[in-house]
């Protein structure tokens, strides 16, 4: 039993240095196919209205969450992390997802969830087992709040050995964190699915 968990650790550890060594390139192949897919087609507007119904909630989430955690420093358990361990990446599936929608594009779709599997999923398991290895109380916490999808009512914080903060959302901490990088990105994009095609019309062609 011994050998096969430190068979899992060992792969688990290989995976992580390859998502580290493949997440700049994998990056810089969903900007490419991002580009690729507007100059293939035009955005229609009601796709781009309904994105907003993921991407406004994942940047709320993102930002919310920003003003709680306290990284490295306690396990934090109130505001979002009382539903999921996992907000931010939670909220960055969201706006992926949200972007997905807006373009209307299945490749692009396929590209941000394989992006997902190969870098979120091990640098959770990394973060897990940073968490675990730091706060006695993160299994009793793991028990109640689960890994991504939400509960539904906020989970009492577990106050064993584990110091719990007062669970005030801090606008110093979404500063400090820059979240608000987050909204900028967003915006910028939106304004790439409304005029970007129409300014790639004038220096090339692009299909109708």
């Not at 011994?2 to 992580?16: K, L, V």
């Not at 009601?46 to 490295?72: D, E, Q, T």
């Not at 870098?119 to 109640?144: M, Q």
Request: aromatic letters at 12%.
């Amino acid at each position: 039993m011994t050998d096969q968990s430190g068979a899992t650790q060992s792969g688990m550890e290989r995976w992580q240095r390859i998502a580290r060594r493949i997440r700049v390139p994998l990056g810089f192949i969903t900007a490419a196919l991002y580009l690729f897919e507007l100059w293939r087609k035009a955005p229609h507007m009601p796709a781009i209205v309904w994105s907003l119904l993921l991407v406004l909630p994942g940047l709320w989430l993102r930002g919310y969450a920003s003003g709680y955690v306290k990284k490295n420093r306690e396990l934090t358990q109130t505001g979002p992390y009382a539903y999921t361990r996992n907000p931010l990446y939670l909220g960055s599936i969201l706006i992926a997802a949200g972007f997905a929608v807006a373009l209307l594009s299945w490749p692009f779709a396929v590209m941000l969830a394989a992006m997902f599997l190969i870098i979120y999923v091990p640098v959770i398991a990394s973060e897990e087992r940073f968490l675990r290895g730091t706060f006695p109380d993160f299994d009793a916490y793991c028990r109640s709040v689960p890994r991504l999808v939400p509960r539904f009512s906020p989970a009492a914080p577990v106050t064993g050995q584990t110091e719990v903060s007062s669970g005030k959302f801090s606008l110093d901490l979404y500063l400090r964190h820059r979240e608000y990088n987050a909204a900028i990105g967003a915006a910028l994009l939106y304004l790439s699915l409304l005029f970007l095609r129409p300014a790639l019309g004038l220096v090339v062609r692009v299909p109708h």
